[in-house]
């Protein structure tokens, strides 16, 4: 299965400001997906991201809010505008592999404050 | 929309105990995946199911989709202490869905 990276790992950041995670797998993909998982709590999809086209945003995720590149077929980023602390969370990059089953980089924890 | 339930919540149990967890949902499902989360990393898919009453193992975990298509259960046999995290099922419509994600199961094992 394919290897991911994020970064970064964690961050603390002040409300108001961005962060923008990055995800670079080792091998090209066609969709790679970006998961947010709020403290205690599931995983939540946010969007699928294509090369060469705009992210797919779920229902209750915005593009101005969670801004998604996608370069090339081995690298995306999901950046998190104008923070606040309701934006805690652990965001995940996943790549989605044969018959469905999705492999999880380790995962971006933000903290804001 | 498509929501996924797990039981128990939670489950503090001896080394040693086996162990046993379910997922259900209202609609049906093509694929099952069992997930298991290490604090600080990413989910690690377990087992995977895509066949109404198909029974796979691996090492001490057996899983199973069930024959409605509605559940799948997880069994964890002879606990060790690295049994410790959190179970996640998720489950996929049909292949063009996106995958969803049950709240999980949070396994915690008394040496």
């Known amino acids: 299965s394919a290897v991911i990276s994020q970064k970064p790992s964690r961050d603390i950041c002040q409300r108001g400001t961005s962060l923008t995670i990055q995800c670079q797998v080792d091998?090209?993909?066609?969709?790679m997906f970006w998961y947010r998982q709020q403290p205690g709590q599931s995983l939540t999809l946010i969007a699928t991201?294509?090369?060469?086209?705009?992210?797919?945003?779920e229902s209750g995720f915005v593009i101005d809010k969670f801004p998604i590149s996608r370069p090339n077929l081995t690298f995306s980023t999901l950046t998190v505008s104008n923070m606040s602390p309701e934006d805690s969370s652990i965001y995940l990059c996943?790549?989605?592999?044969?018959?469905?089953?999705?492999?999880f980089g380790a995962g971006s924890r933000l903290t804001v404050l | 929309g498509q929501q996924l339930n797990q039981s128990p919540q939670s489950m503090f149990i001896q080394e040693g105990e086996d162990v046993s967890m379910n997922c259900t949902s209202s609609s049906i499902f093509n694929t099952w995946l069992w997930y298991k989360q290490d604090p600080g990393e990413g989910p690690v898919l377990l087992i995977a199911?895509?066949?109404?009453?198909e029974l796979t193992s691996n090492g001490r975990l057996t899983a199973q989709f069930g024959i409605t298509r509605k559940d799948s259960f997880l069994n964890i046999s002879a606990s060790i202490p690295s049994d410790v995290g959190i179970y996640f099922c998720?489950?996929?419509?049909?292949?063009?869905?996106?995958?969803?994600f049950g709240p999980g199961t949070s396994l915690s094992v008394i040496p």
């Open positions: 991201a294509n090369q060469g086209s705009e992210a797919t945003y």
């Open positions: 199911l895509y066949k109404a009453g």
């Open positions: 998720a489950g996929q419509r049909t292949s063009y869905d996106k995958v969803i």
């Open positions: 091998s090209q993909v066609t969709m």
């Open positions: 996943s790549v989605a592999g044969d018959k469905s089953v999705l492999t």
